[in-house]
């Protein structure tokens, strides 16, 4: 990936694998519901305070992507829209609306799985968390489980041509 800033990237911690397993679950039922299998869940002192799943095509909504679906639950669960003291693990490289609304949400730490070549906004096309005109900057760790992950994005997509 390009454009890193080297000093924004982290290496994993204990937990990592134990929460992109919980969004790799969130993709998988993404996944059953017929929509890209991306999952994303936010944590806090060691707990889920929110998940949820790629849902646009069955909600209508394009700003429906995981990341925001556990935004949304954990502003809601934590009573607050800001979520600095939270980490949000999501199996894909977030886009350029989710990685602004993380960086409104004030998240401290993001980790992700795949990269996303063609729209990801933290290395792969743009890196919005080490652009330094921007008020708030987190942590990022990338590539933790990028294999589990990216095989389930591959796997539907080699469906999707299938049946087409």
């Given at each position: 990936?390009?454009?890193?800033?080297?000093?924004?990237?982290?290496?994993?911690?204990?937990?990592?694998?134990?929460?992109?397993?919980?969004?790799?679950?969130?993709?998988?039922?993404?996944?059953?519901?017929?929509?890209?299998?991306?999952?994303?869940?936010?944590?806090?002192?060691?707990?889920?305070?929110g998940a949820g799943f790629n849902a646009p095509i069955s909600g209508h909504d394009p700003s429906a992507h995981a990341e925001m679906q556990a935004l949304r639950a954990a502003g809601n669960a934590l009573g607050n829209y800001r979520l600095p003291d939270c980490t949000l693990?999501?199996?894909?490289?977030?886009?350029?609306?989710?990685?602004?609304?993380?960086?409104?949400?004030?998240?401290?730490?993001?980790?992700?799985?795949?990269?996303?070549?063609?729209?990801?906004?933290?290395?792969?096309?743009?890196?919005?968390?080490?652009?330094?005109?921007?008020?708030?900057?987190?942590?990022?760790?990338?590539?933790?489980?990028?294999?589990?992950?990216?095989?389930?994005?591959?796997?539907?997509?080699?469906?999707?041509?299938?049946?087409?």
């Open positions: 990936m390009r454009d890193r800033d080297s000093s924004a990237f982290r290496e994993t911690v204990p937990d990592d694998d134990t929460f992109m397993l919980a969004a790799l679950e969130q993709a998988r039922a993404a996944q059953e519901a017929g929509e890209v299998p991306v999952g994303a869940v936010v944590v806090r002192d060691g707990m889920i305070v693990y999501v199996t894909l490289e977030p886009c350029a609306m989710c990685v602004g609304a993380m960086l409104h949400a004030r998240i401290a730490r993001l980790v992700f799985g795949a990269a996303d070549p063609k729209t990801g906004a933290c290395g792969s096309v743009v890196n919005l968390f080490a652009e330094p005109r921007l008020n708030h900057h987190a942590t990022v760790t990338a590539g933790v489980m990028a294999e589990e992950c990216g095989a389930l994005l591959r796997g539907f997509f080699a469906a999707k041509r299938v049946k087409a």
